[in-house]
């Protein structure tokens, strides 16, 4: 009888990042965390998104590219940001836009995307 292939050890698995919460607000702690979240904006508020992010392997370190698309409800673009991270367990990054005339009232929205692919959306309105 042939002899039994010798076991192979399965390939190590890349960790992964994964997006797990977005909250928008007004103000941010030193955590990077919003302290109040809503969705609705005054016209002269710094609006901040706190993407919480979280990795597959707590202690590895993952880089990734983490992006905010802020438009307007007519579809104009009001801000195209990405940040380059090194994510580690879990942790926040944080987006934020403002206008110093004051943003139109209306409805806004703002897609956050991870490595290029679009992985949560908020709505939110200034009045």
Known sequence: ???????????????????????????????????TPTATFKPTDTIYASVATSTSDPAASVPARLGAKWTFQDGQTVKDDSADATLTGAGNTTFSIN?????????????????????????????
């Open 1 to 35: 009888e042939p002899a039994p292939a010798p076991a192979t050890a399965p390939a190590p698995v890349a960790a992964m990042a994964t997006v797990t919460a977005v909250d928008l607000g007004s103000a941010v702690g030193p955590d990077k965390r919003v302290t």
């Open 99 to 127: 206008s110093p005339n004051g943003f139109p009232a209306g409805k806004y929205k703002v897609e956050i995307s991870l490595d290029g692919t679009v992985v949560q959306t908020r709505d939110f309105e200034v009045k």
